[in-house]
């Protein structure tokens, strides 16, 4: 009995020990060893928090309270009104929320949401100027990092910024990478010379791509103008996208059901990686900044706009990145082996390359979030892509332009750019020498 508890205790003593040598325990064992990335990632968790829970920190509604008898929880309330599955009293579309006659309430940290206008501190009042406070107690109401020309508190701005900023970054990079990884890894599994594909596949999927595009864009123009004044672009955009892959599956189908035909299925080799090498060179000779504006010009202001569409221009450098990764993946042995063993080409491409080929693209995910930040930042300071009731902090700089002595204006949003940006170029150095393969010991 003790032989085999002893015996089983060194087994498992060998697994861990595997497992403290496999490759991702030795990427995070050097990462670790980069404070910079390391206090970076700690960071990041916390402009996630804030971005998350930020109608919890700065917000004019109560958290939670107690009011005719009812304890009521309108933060959580306003989420259901925004979806339209509930709506408010009237009692709170006529008074303001301070003015209501609580039995018990706790408000939140910062007693403002971004859009909170307070008359009595209009006309950019700093930090450190003299204010008028109406609410008790009044160190709570005190605007910490001033007031913009609305009355509209900074600090609560910055908050509410934040959240635009990390979601503007992570679901563009989000977006990028699927299409990116997707015609990347089709591009460098099958390079030149390893996709057959039959005839009849061939000119239907070309017939097929410019049917796509004739139902899916230009046919739907109408559509496209009455979504930029009416909004529902999002919307326009995504229904476009579903129309193309519909009738490009259509034209598959077709082709699947006209193969047994013996000339229209003989099998003809198709060089996928030089087109998507030449697409993506036609693609990234449009300035991406010009892209931006022309798309941003013609709909409606919206920050789900902005991540969409900088998002569909950002892909290409992760398609070429796990593309090159692929080329090398391609031939080692455990993928030689699934094909030997019979596995489709789409399960070894799913399950077997594209997770060992992903190194690559992670670093080129950090350091776009960090490029996704700035080009929002960049439109907002201009005042372009963006509803006007929109708070971010590109929109605060660009009223710090329009009064030069509001210092608390450029100084906040500016520094939180500057970190933001910092970080994830940070996170990005800090992977490319944890994924070194040379610097694992």
């Given at each position: 009995m003790l032989f085999r508890k002893k015996k089983a205790k060194e087994i498992e003593?060998?697994?861990?020990?595997?497992?403290?040598?496999?490759?991702?325990?030795?990427?995070?064992?050097?990462?670790?060893?980069?404070?910079?990335?390391?206090?970076?990632?700690?960071?990041?968790?916390?402009?996630?928090?804030?971005?998350?829970?930020?109608?919890f920190i700065a917000n004019e509604r109560p958290l939670l309270a107690k009011l005719d008898g009812e304890i009521i929880c309108p933060i959580v309330k306003n989420y259901g009104v925004k979806l339209g599955v509930s709506q408010w009293d009237e009692k709170f579309v006529v008074n303001r929320w301070n003015e209501h006659d609580y039995d018990w309430a706790f408000f939140p940290p910062i007693p403002y949401s971004a859009t909170t206008q307070d008359k009595y501190n209009r006309n950019y009042k700093g930090p450190?100027?003299?204010?008028?406070?109406?609410?008790?107690p009044e160190w709570r109401h005190w605007h910490w990092l001033g007031t913009d020309n609305l009355g509209r508190d900074v600090s609560a701005g910055m908050v509410h910024g934040t959240r635009v900023a990390v979601f503007v970054g992570v679901v563009a990079m989000f977006i990028a990478s699927i299409i990116g990884i997707f015609i990347g890894a089709l591009a460098g599994y099958f390079g030149d010379d390893r996709l057959q594909v039959s005839?009849?596949?061939?000119?239907?999927?070309?017939?097929?791509?410019?049917?796509?595009?004739?139902?899916?864009?230009?046919?739907?123009?109408?559509?496209?103008?009455?979504?930029?004044?009416?909004?529902?672009?999002?919307?326009?955009?995504?229904?476009?996208?579903?129309?193309?892959?519909?009738?490009m599956v259509l034209a598959n189908l077709l082709a699947s059901a006209l193969k047994p035909i013996k000339w229209l299925?003989?099998?003809?080799?198709?060089?996928?990686?030089?087109?998507?090498?030449?697409?993506?060179?036609?693609?990234?000779?449009?300035?991406?900044?010009?892209?931006?504006?022309?798309?941003?010009?013609?709909?409606?202001?919206?920050?789900?706009?902005?991540?969409?569409?900088?998002?569909?221009?950002?892909?290409?450098?992760?398609?070429r990145f796990i593309r090159a990764e692929l080329l090398k993946v391609r031939s080692l042995e455990y993928i030689e082996a699934a094909q030997a063993m019979?596995?489709?080409?789409?399960?070894?491409?799913?399950?077997?390359?594209?997770?060992n080929a992903l190194t690559p693209v992670l670093i080129a995910i950090a350091f776009g979030v960090a490029s996704a930040i700035l080009t929002e930042a960049f439109l907002s300071f201009l005042g372009i892509g963006l509803a006007a009731e929109d708070v971010t902090w590109g929109s605060l700089l660009n009223l710090a332009r329009k009064q030069f002595s509001a210092w608390w204006?450029?100084?906040?949003?500016?520094?939180?750019?500057?970190?933001?940006?910092?970080?994830?170029?940070?996170?990005?150095?800090?992977?490319?020498?944890?994924?070194?393969?040379?610097?694992?010991?």
């Open positions: 003593q060998a697994i861990l020990a595997n497992k403290d040598q496999s490759y991702w325990a030795n990427v995070r064992r050097q990462f670790r060893k980069n404070r910079l990335a390391v206090w970076s990632l700690r960071v990041f968790w916390g402009l996630l928090f804030v971005a998350i829970f930020a109608d450190f100027d003299e204010q008028r406070i109406k609410a008790t005839r009849i596949r061939i000119i239907l999927c070309i017939i097929g791509f410019f049917l796509a595009i004739f139902y899916a864009v230009i046919s739907r123009r109408n559509a496209y103008a009455v979504a930029a004044e009416d909004g529902g672009m999002a919307f326009q955009i995504l229904l476009s996208i579903a129309i193309f892959i519909g009738v299925g003989h099998k003809t080799t198709v060089a996928l990686d030089i087109l998507v090498m030449r697409f993506i060179e036609v693609f990234n000779s449009i300035p991406g900044l010009l892209l931006i504006l022309s798309i941003v010009a013609i709909t409606k202001p919206s920050i789900v706009n902005v991540m969409i569409i900088i998002g569909l221009i950002s892909w290409t450098g992760i398609a019979g596995f489709s080409e789409r399960r070894i491409i799913m399950r077997h390359a594209i997770p204006l450029a100084v906040f949003p500016g520094f939180a750019i500057f970190i933001t940006i910092t970080i994830f170029n940070l996170l990005g150095e800090g992977l490319t020498d944890a994924l070194d393969p040379r610097l694992k010991q």
